[in-house]
């Protein structure tokens, strides 16, 4: 049997889509994001010819396909291990391998019981591939036989939703990870990336702050721009950054819903707060904590840690005050006490960061409590601890540092940045939503300054603490989180849930806004059909799975929790710590082992949306083609007809927008409203009427 194959020692970057916070680290990088070893490491010589990557971003959640070709350079049979690091935040969707010209799908296994497959088909030198969640940050890809001299392609598939900061969404395909020193980081053939975004909420710019002399950007509407970068013989030694400018200046309500046939719905909300209530609040005090372990000396990371932290001190204001302290296995201060803003104390944090040295261990827990003392007497200054480290702390030590989150005294809230691509971003999330904050990552390659400044404005005050969301009707159920975190300027909120019942359903809301308590019930519409947004189903099992697992990691334990991982990565096809990708000959082995077949099928159907999607993209991107070249006479002559049209061609429009089409499933509003005008808060009523929009548009949707 003719196989398709590899190439040891060769970076790759798999896909990893990171929507994130990223920082320009300015930096040469020597390490790209995959690495390839035949023979488990003891020789064999294995090449990638080609690496395609398709992204298309569906308001706010992007689905990342990566195919790439490896080529097997011996002349002998090899097995083929690949290494590559999890796309934070991400659920891997899909793993395929092409046998004998077809494509078979893997399915979804209890890990345990798919390497015991595994391993029996590697023992008859048959043709099974396995990938595996090694840790929180790792994958391993393994596919045997690999031919003398053949060819392998293979392909994969992430969900995720894209991050957002300030009205900037950034998509990170994360090149420039260490899995090995030393190694070539050059495709010899083709390297592609393209990157479609659908926004319901309009996009005013795209950028790369990585490659900005290198992609190509097309801006077919307000609510469709496209991106593409293509390299042959180049270097994956280096992040792809796109961030997204998209216009929201008032505080909207989004909703997008999933729901096929007679199954049990699906929805994703978000709440986003606009700039008019981007207030601030002066007067602050914050604990900037830098890791300075041994991990943070790879890929640069205590550098452009340290670069981080003197932008965000850049950022403050002339009321605020701060106090700098680097960690390894005991805390480091600078000042001993709070400092104020001016140009001395920048200087001397600048030059007590430029000593610090990578080495040691990661102990959190020591430099938290420490920073926890620094909290105003009388309690009159609320205290920000923001911390920057890749959170590689021993898992052993995570229940204790929990608890001491749990802790905090009042008036205190944790942020924290984490840093790298290998950075371990579930326990950073879990430690700032615990204590009121917010994570972000530092991604090598996106906009340094702009990002200090955008994390500052969320530093400075939530918009609404205390969120609660509630449902009467729809028989609405596992919503997720539980707990909704803060909501910040620049940084929705956003859950997921499941509904039985179609039609009306009352949303009630409430908050803390600024010390007044908000309490309101909207009416929405949940849809009986709505076959455009599969990606929502795998999210929502997603972030039931994350949920789970933290509450785990509080509890020390996750034997209670195991059976209920591997059933919903078994249903919805998730590769996680405890569940495993399995891709077999043939159809007819998967029924030898009694392995269903449900994540073909719902392969299927996500591909039917993502091509009913493009279809739709083209069509808008047919339209935005009407203004190049000559203007027809009949066109002309309509023209000719307007006064109003009669514009000089400079200032014509280089796109004309298209009419809405039948797939606009996920809706966006922006809440025209004025704020201090009237009794009601400003939060109150953009909240009421975007909701009050919502319950509109779905009214209009079931009736088409």
């Known amino acids: 049997?003719?196989?398709?194959?590899?190439?040891?020692?060769?970076?790759?970057?798999?896909?990893?889509?990171?929507?994130?916070?990223?920082?320009?680290?300015?930096?040469?990088?020597?390490?790209?994001?995959?690495?390839?070893?035949?023979?488990?490491?003891?020789?064999?010589?294995?090449?990638?010819?080609?690496?395609?990557?398709?992204?298309?971003?569906?308001?706010?959640?992007?689905?990342?396909?990566?195919?790439?070709?490896?080529?097997?350079?011996?002349?002998?049979?090899?097995?083929?291990?690949?290494?590559?690091?999890?796309?934070?935040?991400?659920?891997?969707?899909?793993?395929?391998?092409?046998?004998?010209?077809?494509?078979?799908?893997?399915?979804?296994?209890?890990?345990?019981?798919?390497?015991?497959?595994?391993?029996?088909?590697?023992?008859?030198?048959?043709?099974?591939?396995?990938?595996?969640?090694?840790?929180?940050?790792?994958?391993?890809?393994?596919?045997?036989?690999?031919?003398?001299?053949?060819?392998?392609?293979?392909?994969?598939?992430?969900?995720?939703?894209?991050?957002?900061?300030?009205?900037?969404?950034?998509?990170?395909?994360?090149?420039?990870?260490?899995?090995?020193?030393?190694?070539?980081?050059?495709?010899?053939?083709?390297?592609?990336?393209?990157?479609?975004?659908?926004?319901?909420?309009?996009?005013?710019?795209?950028?790369?702050?990585?490659?900005?002399?290198?992609?190509?950007?097309?801006?077919?509407?307000?609510?469709?721009?496209?991106?593409?970068?293509?390299?042959?013989?180049?270097?994956?030694?280096?992040?792809?950054?796109?961030?997204?400018?998209?216009?929201?200046?008032?505080?909207?309500?989004?909703?997008?819903?999933?729901?096929?046939?007679?199954?049990?719905?699906?929805?994703?909300?978000?709440?986003?707060?606009?700039?008019?209530?981007?207030?601030?609040?002066?007067?602050?005090?914050?604990?900037f904590v830098l890791d300075m372990s041994g991990s943070m000396g790879t890929d640069r990371k205590l550098a452009i840690s340290s670069g981080a932290v003197q932008a965000f001190i850049e950022a403050l204001g002339e009321e605020d005050r701060f106090e700098v302290m680097a960690f390894n296995t005991q805390p480091h201060t600078l000042f001993g006490q709070m400092a104020s803003v001016g140009p001395e104390t920048m200087n001397q944090a600048r030059g007590f960061l430029d000593s610090r040295e990578a080495k040691g261990g990661t102990v959190l827990q020591s430099a938290m409590a420490t920073a926890y003392r620094y909290v105003s007497p009388n309690g009159d200054r609320p205290l920000n601890v923001v911390i920057l480290s890749d959170g590689l702390t021993e898992q052993r030590d995570r229940p204790e540092l929990l608890r001491l989150i749990a802790s905090r005294p009042a008036n205190t809230r944790v942020f924290c940045v984490g840093v790298g691509n290998d950075v371990n971003r579930p326990l950073l999330e879990q430690i700032a939503e615990e204590a009121g904050g917010i994570a972000a990552v530092i991604s090598q390659g996106d906009n340094f300054a702009r990002q200090a400044q955008a994390f500052r404005r969320k530093l400075t005050r939530p918009a609404a603490t205390d969120l609660k969301v509630a449902f009467e009707g729809g028989k609405v159920y596992d919503v997720v989180p539980e707990k909704l975190p803060n909501l910040y300027h620049g940084t929705p909120v956003r859950f997921y849930g499941r509904y039985r019942d179609t039609g009306p359903v009352t949303v009630r809301l409430s908050a803390n806004l600024g010390g007044q308590a908000f309490d309101r019930s909207f009416e929405v519409e949940l849809p009986k059909d709505d076959v455009n947004n599969p990606e929502i189903d795998r999210m929502w099992a997603w972030h039931k799975i994350q949920g789970l697992q933290k509450q785990a990691d509080r509890e020390g334990s996750r034997g209670q929790v195991t059976d209920e991982i591997v059933r919903l990565g078994e249903g919805y096809s998730i590769a996680t710590e405890h569940t495993s990708f399995l891709v077999l000959e043939n159809n007819a082995e998967y029924k030898r082992w009694k392995i269903a077949r449900a994540n073909a099928l719902r392969i299927d159907r996500d591909r039917g949306a993502q091509t009913a999607l493009r279809t739709e993209l083209d069509k808008i991107r047919m339209a935005s083609l009407d203004r190049l070249g000559p203007i027809p006479e009949e066109e002309r002559q309509v023209v000719a007809a307007d006064p109003a049209q009669q514009q000089p061609a400079s200032q014509m429009p280089m796109t004309q927008p298209s009419p809405p089409g039948p797939r606009r499933q996920g809706r966006s509003f922006d809440i025209p409203f004025s704020p201090g005008g009237g009794a009601i808060d400003p939060i109150s009523g953009g909240i009421a009427a975007g909701l009050a929009g919502l319950a509109f548009a779905a009214r209009r949707r079931k009736g088409r």
């Open 1 to 287: 049997m003719t196989r398709k194959d590899w190439k040891n020692r060769k970076r790759v970057g798999l896909a990893a889509l990171i929507a994130a916070v990223g920082i320009l680290g300015g930096c040469e990088v020597t390490h790209a994001a995959g690495l390839l070893v035949a023979d488990g490491g003891f020789g064999g010589v294995l090449e990638i010819k080609e690496h395609t990557v398709r992204v298309t971003v569906n308001n706010g959640i992007a689905v990342t396909e990566v195919t790439q070709v490896f080529q097997n350079m011996e002349n002998r049979q090899v097995e083929a291990l690949y290494t590559f690091p999890v796309p934070g935040g991400a659920s891997v969707a899909n793993f395929s391998m092409w046998i004998d010209g077809k494509e078979m799908v893997g399915e979804v296994v209890e890990k345990q019981r798919a390497r015991e497959i595994y391993d029996s088909y590697k023992r008859q030198r048959r043709d099974p591939g396995l990938l595996e969640q090694k840790d929180y940050k790792t994958f391993e890809m393994r596919i045997f036989p690999i031919a003398p001299r053949a060819e392998q392609k293979v392909q994969i598939t992430y969900y995720q939703e894209l991050d957002h900061d300030n009205d900037w969404a950034t998509y990170v395909y994360p090149l420039a990870t260490v899995t090995q020193p030393g190694v070539d980081d050059r495709i010899k053939e083709k390297f592609a990336l393209t990157v479609e975004v659908r926004s319901e909420v309009p996009l005013v710019e795209m950028e790369s702050p990585s490659h900005s002399n290198e992609f190509v950007f097309a801006k077919h509407d307000e609510s469709f721009w496209e991106a593409s970068l293509e390299t042959t013989q180049g270097s994956l030694a280096r992040d792809a950054v796109l961030a997204c400018h998209l216009s929201r200046p008032r505080t909207g309500f989004d909703v997008v819903t999933s729901r096929r046939g007679g199954e049990d719905g699906y929805f994703c909300a978000m709440l986003t707060v606009g700039e008019e209530l981007s207030k601030t609040m002066s007067g602050m005090d914050y604990v």
